[in-house]
């Protein structure tokens, strides 16, 4: 079946890796899940840094998953497979993901209440595991109190919130003031991020936060900083 | 209200308030936009659902962007929805009488006061939405 749509810039054009992740979402929008991680697989293998594969793949096909639902070139079920596609790939990376030197910082990454979109917090948290840190990954729709309670438990140095959707900025606002009004508050950092914090300049001070950081990448810095 | 005015976060009180009477605006709003059959038609046994979720997220939407004051959320929604609405059978023009609606709904359900601090949020997505729609014209 051949894919006849036409990629964003996003994907395929300042994009170090454009032809993979071009290919890469071809199979997906194919049904060709096994093939696709196989591409993935062999091209960690003969060298390819995890952490180009996250952000110059996974990150920027999601995003234009994402695209092709709101312009109704792709259905939800499509959207649904080829994000579930990428979570499994993602899993399967693991073993290179666990093999880092611990450095004894520990962090808690999780969406706010409400928020279903997970993919970007589990890239941040893979990227922390990456650098050493031990990460304790809540995933989606966490309600606060086992927030406050996994920030504790965990001793974390740095609870990682994200929110993707407008609405759940208020929701963020009401975590962040419950950490900081817990004993919890007063060791972890508050690192934020999502789409609200991409666009709106400073959202992140507004809201509470400690930090912000616009990708994984740039997450390990804040976090590095904020401790520091 | 243009959309190169910014209008400042809402108090904790007005915040308060519209919560308070969220869900009494949102049947409000639905029940107007159901009375506009014109607007419906095209959604047959699934407009009530289909109004109803979308007035719900518009009025999400606002509770964020007014508590923080960053319109940004709104032009980031509101150029999201221009290119997947019409997909729904939800035209912009649709979209900007419900706006209206929710504004009129509002001023009702609320306290001059509280409406003052919140009607400008919705004056500024109805003067953007306005402007999308001369773009795509």
Redesign the interface.
């Known amino acids: 079946m051949t894919i006849d749509i036409a990629y964003s810039e996003y994907l395929v054009g300042e994009n170090p890796l454009s032809e993979l992740a071009t290919e890469y979402l071809d199979l997906l929008l194919r049904s060709e899940r096994r093939i696709a991680s196989q591409l993935i697989l062999d091209t960690v293998n003969e060298g390819v840094d995890v952490k180009d594969i996250y952000l110059h793949v996974f990150q920027r096909s999601q995003h234009e998953i994402g695209r092709l639902w709101?312009?109704?070139q792709v259905n939800v079920a499509q959207e649904h497979f080829c994000t579930a596609s990428t979570q499994l790939i993602m899993s399967q990376l693991y073993p290179y993901i666990f093999s880092t030197e611990r450095n004894g910082k520990r962090l808690v990454a999780t969406c706010v209440g409400g928020e279903l979109h997970e993919m970007g917090v589990r890239m941040v948290a893979d990227f922390f595991e990456m650098a050493g840190w031990d990460t304790y990954y809540l995933g989606a729709n966490t309600p606060v109190k086992s927030i406050l309670e996994s920030i504790e438990a965990q001793s974390a140095d740095i609870l990682a919130i994200s929110a993707t959707i407008?609405?759940?900025?208020?929701a963020t606002?009401e975590l962040i003031d419950a950490v900081k009004a817990s004993s919890v508050g007063k060791s972890a950092k508050i690192l934020i991020g999502g789409?609200?914090f991409n666009?709106?300049?400073n959202?992140w001070q507004?809201?509470g936060a400690d930090g912000f950081a616009m990708d994984a990448q740039q997450a390990i810095q804040t976090a590095d900083d904020l401790l520091s | 209200m243009n959309t190169q005015s910014t209008p400042k976060a809402i108090s904790k009180n007005a915040l308060e308030a519209y919560r308070s009477a969220k869900n009494v605006i949102i049947e409000d709003v639905v029940s107007q936009s159901l009375a506009n059959k014109e607007q419906i038609q095209q959604h047959g046994a699934e407009a009530d659902k289909l109004i109803r979720s979308g007035i719900q997220f518009t009025m999400d939407m606002l509770e964020s962007a007014m508590t923080v004051g960053a319109v940004a959320l709104l032009e980031d929604q509101l150029t999201w929805a221009s290119d997947r609405l019409p997909h729904d059978n939800v035209a912009p023009e649709h979209v900007l009488a419900r706006f209206r609606i929710c504004r009129d709904c509002i001023s009702k359900n609320l306290s001059d006061a509280y409406a003052a601090e919140i009607v400008p949020f919705i004056d500024w997505m109805i003067a953007r939405q306005n402007e999308l729609m001369k773009d795509d014209a």
């Open positions: 709101q312009t109704n407008t609405f759940n900025v208020n606002m789409r609200p666009i709106a300049p959202l507004t809201v």
